[in-house]
């Protein structure tokens, strides 16, 4: 599992990387867009020399529009409710399972298709916390997404997860300790300590909970079209 965590900046380039990457690489991929709209995925894909539309067409790329579909839950009509993934908007005792359960018939194999692999990213977990989705059924949801994708699939799972900048509450500090404990690889990017810089844009810090003496430390740069990482401390714009 990669867990992807961004503090004090916006790591969004992240997923779209992972996204990318996967559709190139000739994985089926599902991915739970819960902060951004498809249209916004798609243009950055675009500029990255990837259509993320012609992978949907294709049968390659599977998603799931939060955005859309919660304000069908906001204005819908009963029978709408109890089908969404999302019921448990309305219905906090329904939790996550409705939710993986759309994610696990997305990612059934299929005959017509000979995908490399497949993967499930999501954009953010940490949407569930701020919709006042309980601690507990969030790393339920966590769990059966690593049995599905990681045991059952062999497959990988990309999660990214904002935490904020100036403290972290008890039960957000809970969850990181989960998802780190169960992570393959860690990607941390936050701001500088100094501020914002034209040249730097934040640091990156690359680790393997397993195990914890490799970590890396990257500086890096956000191009149009690529990141420009180097060693911490070479660029002159921070020196």
């Known amino acids: 599992m990669y867990l992807l965590v961004e503090k004090g900046t916006d790591g ?4 779209h990387h992972f996204i990318t990457s996967y559709i190139r690489g000739g994985y089926k991929v599902c991915f739970l867009a819960l902060t951004q709209s498809f249209g916004h995925y798609c243009s950055v894909a675009q500029k990255l020399g990837v259509s993320l539309q012609a ?15 919660s304000l069908r839950i906001m204005v819908g009509t009963a029978s709408q409710h109890e089908a969404s993934p999302l019921y448990f908007l309305r219905n906090a005792q329904k939790g996550l399972m409705d939710l993986y359960l759309w994610v696990k018939g997305a990612m059934e194999p299929t005959n017509d298709a000979d995908w490399k ?12 916390s701020i919709l006042s989705v309980p601690l507990q059924a969030i790393l339920h949801f966590v769990h059966y997404l690593r049995i599905l994708l990681c045991v059952q699939l ?3 799972l990309v999660m990214l997860v904002a935490t904020a900048d100036d403290c972290v509450d008890e039960e957000e500090e809970f969850l990181l300790k989960s998802l780190s404990h169960n992570s393959t690889v860690m990607v941390h990017v936050e701001g500088l300590s ?21 970590v890396q430390v990257y500086q890096y740069k956000l191009l149009d079209k ?13 020196l």
């Open 154 to 156: 062999q497959g990988d």
């Open 117 to 128: 692999g497949s993967v499930l990213i999501v954009d953010d977990l940490s949407c569930f």
């Open 194 to 214: 100094t501020g914002a810089c034209k040249e730097v844009h934040g640091q990156m810090t690359v680790a393997s909970p397993r195990k914890p003496s490799n």
């Open 12 to 15: 969004g380039f992240l997923t």
């Open 226 to 238: 690529a990141i420009q990482l180097f060693p911490r401390g070479t660029s002159s714009a921070v």
């Open 55 to 69: 992978a949907r067409d294709r049968g390659q790329l599977v998603v799931f529009e939060g955005l859309v579909e």
